[in-house]
């Protein structure tokens, strides 16, 4: 682990193995403990924003990459590397079945003129929208039936979290966040994730989702649910108490159970019929978000944002969506009370082969502006350099264990539920 903001003077304070006490230099100096200060530092800046007002979430791929498969060789996380391999095998099985053969995935590569030196299904499947917009039959007919083999193969790929999956590090990690003192407002949780990770731990945490869908049958999206508030009634009285265990959580990009119902357009969970809403891994992305529902879920990442007292956690997403990057990067420019952490195991300079890389601070933009301004002075600024699963220890526990926990705890352990 190692950290980096305004108080670790211009340079990446690591977390290093404990000295053996007593730690004393070779004339007798006591050695400075840097494992102290570094765990320090981040536990400090994390609490600083866990104790924020306003608690915003913003995740990404990383938060998923350490989910064990639900049974052994089953399904996990896939990477977008991982996407291009089982895509081409998915292509290459498709044109082998036909007679005549169609195009392999390689010959496919050349009809929309995408470099085959260059493996990255993002960039593939943007050439592949474009070329069905000029490309005249059978070669149109290939590469539409391509792209919908492509969607297919990404729906059933990102799918891979079933009821009971073991989720220790989601609910450790909703245990620490989302439960808020009455006085603050509920964490948002933001993800651009397919799968239903945080929604499980949520349901064996025994949480109360708010995903803008209805307590009905089938679940119907309304953005309108976002903004009820669940409570528990006292006996004979007016009054009532904010239950503790609620978050929101918004999927940024769609999710795996949400279908599109048609004529109506209602959007709908767990739904056999209607098409499946999700914003695919292409260039167009920005432009698709402003469709519904994730206009909504935008605008209130935005509105978020732009809150006083935010604290913002970025954890697994490496800041290449740029419509999701650039309103962090316009508040940090106009909320002086705005504090983030992002947290990211590649962010560090890191060597492989005898080869200085320079970590995602220094090829992404986004995360070279935030190193940058921290360096600057900007102590509203943190960087992490961590995974999801070494971040979860340092995450302050703020809030007392319920008994409605610990009695879900006690059942949980007897195998009762």
Not at 135 to 146: M, Q, R, T
Request: glycine fraction near 6%.
């Amino acid at each position: 682990m190692q950290v980096f903001n305004s108080r670790t003077n211009q340079q990446w304070l690591q977390y290093l193995p404990a000295v053996p006490f007593p730690a004393a230099g070779p004339e007798g100096q006591v050695l400075p403990q840097v494992e102290v200060q570094a765990i320090a530092e981040a536990k400090r800046a994390l609490s600083d924003v866990l104790r924020c007002s306003n608690l915003v979430v913003l995740s990404g791929l990383g938060t998923s990459l350490y989910v064990a498969p639900f049974q052994q060789g089953g399904l996990k996380a896939p990477t977008m590397w991982d996407l291009w391999q089982q895509v081409k095998i998915k292509q290459d099985a498709a044109a082998a079945a036909t007679m005549p053969p169609g195009p392999t995935f390689d010959q496919l590569l050349g009809i929309v003129g995408h470099p085959q030196a260059t493996a990255d299904i993002e960039a593939l499947m943007s050439r592949c929208r474009l070329a069905e917009s000029f490309l005249a039959d059978p070669a149109k007919g290939e590469v539409v039936k391509f792209v919908a083999l492509a969607e297919a193969h990404i729906i059933a790929a990102t799918n891979f979290v079933f009821t009971n999956h073991h989720l220790p590090v989601h609910t450790e990690f909703l245990r620490r966040v989302a439960r808020r003192p009455q006085r603050k407002s509920r964490a948002k949780i933001f993800t651009t994730n397919y799968d239903r990770c945080f929604e499980e731990a949520g349901r064996q945490g025994r949480y109360v989702v708010v995903d803008g869908f209805s307590h009905t049958a089938p679940p119907t999206f309304d953005a309108v649910h976002f903004s009820y508030e669940t409570v528990t009634r006292l006996a004979d009285t007016e009054a009532f108490d904010l239950i503790p265990n609620s978050f929101h959580l918004y999927k940024l990009h769609g999710s795996v159970d949400w279908q599109r119902q048609e004529p109506s357009g209602e959007i709908t969970k767990w739904m056999p019929t209607g098409k499946p809403v999700l914003i695919y891994p292409r260039n167009s992305k920005y432009e698709l978000a402003f469709e519904q529902p994730y206009l909504e879920m935008i605008s209130a990442f935005q509105s978020a944002l732009r809150e006083p007292d935010t604290g913002v956690l970025v954890v697994g997403f490496g800041f290449n969506d740029n419509h999701l990057a650039e309103p962090i990067m316009s508040a940090i420019r106009s909320n002086l009370s705005f504090k983030i952490v992002a947290i990211s195991p590649g962010l560090a300079p890191w060597e492989r082969d005898g080869q200085q890389r320079l970590g995602e601070c220094g090829t992404n933009k986004y995360l070279g502006q935030l190193r940058n301004l921290a360096s600057a002075g900007d102590a509203r600024i943190t960087l992490l350099n961590c995974g999801f699963e070494d971040m979860i220890s340092l995450v302050p526990d703020l809030a007392a264990e319920t008994d409605l926990e610990r009695h879900v705890a006690r059942l949980r352990s007897i195998g009762a539920v």
